[in-house]
């Protein structure tokens, strides 16, 4: 394993660090991971800090498990709509949990840290605080801190944690949070989801197509960030699938009775009524994982985010020695748009310190993301397609977007016209299945002729959606992009119908 041994620290010392790096990156998951390669590809030293497991939620309790557990039902779906598949498949509840398993490691980071070795980065087991300006203590599980000094960076990317509104009796009730959900061994009779986000919609779709009686109360419409019909689909699609789903649900309430199960109270309609359950799970949004960094020593406020500018240089921290990527700046919710800005905090590092062991700027470029350059999170946005961030929902249907949704679109001021297509209409769809069905929409800035926006609501509909990125992102101009031509039969050639109909 990577590391080094910890010792006891006098902290009344500070100028007698037990160890100092040229970066010390605080989270080891994707998006740390992502910033501790980059800043060390020219030559500096770098320490990355965890108390868990190296590769952090996405790995282990998020993105694999939860899309692990989602695969079983999208691949019945697919094959019960293919006239002539005369087997009925089923889930074994046991198969799938086991194959989770494999996917996770066993909740085993060997292989993770085994890349950190070969990476030339060096692991430090334990919670990262800060102390001081380039400080830190790293507190291990048997209570021995090492004082680590930082050269020249420390970068934050300990990523979120899940939200448990005040609700009476919700916190007694020792609810799921998403970590217990996608590391369940056993499949509840009933469930309660409280939440109507992506984690609320993905767990119910996993539960039900398991087995479980599935009930999700959601305070507004499923999927507020997408657009309206998407969300709708995806509330048909559930209770198709034999879920309750009930929209304006007002929580009050929740009792876990002494049989294990749990009662849960709720308003609609200026009605209050109940449910019961064996399970409930909350999951109603995460917030930045900020409380116990030590942000008071460096004076910023514990348990906000932490607001970063264009080069992701925490604000408010003089300096420009702490940068902060990913769910911890507020304005990255995704483990790939997370990734990408590590990836551009770790050249920016790079660029100023690499070529200098003295901390000096180099001479070449210190902001591979320049004012002019499309940065995908909102608050640097300057034109509508640096908003470019992506989501894709593992739901049945998936949903899948990029950029604005023609509300925020026009909320900008942007005069817009939206297009959309059927995917049944195409002819990829019919070979595909029986009943294939979705659609497609794309929201034009009338003004320039480009993309800004676009969703897809279907079977694989994620996988349709990295055109479409690159059209935000590229401002293809749609006369352009009239002459990418997608492959008969696709689903793909959903683009030419999408075209025809705004340019023709």
Known sequence: MAGMTATTVNLDAPDAPDATYDVVVIGAGPVGENVADRASRTGLSVAIVEARLVGGSCSYWACMPSKTLLRPGAVIAAARD???VTVDPTIDAAEVFAWRDRVVHGWDDAGQVEWLDGAGLTLLRGRGRLVGERRLTVTAEDGTTTLVEARHAVVVS???SPIVPPVPGLLEAEPWTSEDATAAHDVPGSLVVIGGGVVGVEMATVFSALGSAVTVLSR??????AEPWAGEAVRDALRAAGADVVIGADLRRVERREDGSVAVTYAHDGVERAVEADELLVAIGRKPATDDLGL???GLEAGRPLAVDRQTLVEGVDGAWLHATGDVTGEVGTTHQGKYQGRVTGDVIAARFGADTDGAPT???????PDDAPVPWSRYATTANDAAQTQ????????????RTEQAARDAGLEVRVVRCELADVAGATVAGEHYGGRAQIVVDEARRVIV????????AGEMLHAATIAVVGEVPLDRLWHAVPAYPTVSEVWLRLLEAYLL
Do not use: I, K
Request: net charge negative; glycine share 22%.
């Open 453 to 460: 926006g676009a969703t897809f609501v279907g079977p694989d």
């Open 220 to 225: 507004g419409p499923l999927l507020g960030g």
């Open 296 to 298: 008071d020593a460096v």
């Open 363 to 369: 001479d070449g470029d210190p902001a591979p993301a």
């Open 82 to 84: 293919v006239p002539g």
């Open 392 to 403: 894709v929902v593992f739901t049945e249907p998936q949903v899948a977007w990029v950029g």
């Open 158 to 160: 300990t990523g979120s």
